[in-house]
């Protein structure tokens, strides 16, 4: 016997409309068999649809939370190895640790090698560091240790020129123009004919964007050359491609 359905008013018979599903009269929820009102078209106890007879998942409120906490332990572990990964492959393309690859052999370095070094050994690896760091472009690999590569040298003391020239370098590279200024005029204070002091300030005056005063370190540099060169000093001999550069540029400009 049909009726119509208390849902959609569309003609029904048994015990749920054909049409939109609802309850036609009290009766059961086919998955947890509690009694339905009328019209219903879920289950007010399960959910459960009454035209599918299918459940509806329980809220991440309730019910077993088991499978969504061993989810997220995995999704964890996903997460943690990649950060590893990616870590590891900046590590290899230029990132890499302090003092990592200055050991003899390409080794790396230990604690204990590093405490046992003098300062000069340690601004000496790290001046190496530096300049091989801008040498082959990777300027924020060279920003990171020269500001090291500049402490151990303020730690060994009293600075010769050679150590002035390289401390003018890290500077010049870590865009200290300041520092390397400093160390330009401290030298040149000394001996004002002197090569490296001429050249680290040809290269200050270059990065300081003075045209005038470059001009000027190069004329001079040109002129002390030949009188300077026929000395013995050992800083000469060690910086002469960086002499040797400055004069092929100065005697290109002239």
Known sequence: MSTACPRCGEAASGKFCSNCGSSLGASACPQCHSALKAGA???QNCGSSMATGAAV???????????WIVAGIALVGVMALVLVQTASKKDEGGSVAPFAGSAPAGGMLSAADIANMSPQEKSDRLFNRVM?????????SAA???PMAIQSFDMIGTLGVHQRFDVGLVALVSGDLVRAKIEAETILKQNPNDLLGLTLAIRVAEASGNSAARGDYEKRLIAAEPAERKSTRQEYVDHGNDIDAALKEARARK
């Open 41 to 43: 078209q879920f289950c």
């Open 57 to 67: 998942p329980a809220p991440l409120g309730g019910g077993n939370r088991l499978p």
């Open 132 to 140: 091989m760091y801008a040498s082959e472009g990777k300027r924020d």
């Open 144 to 146: 990171i240790f020269a």
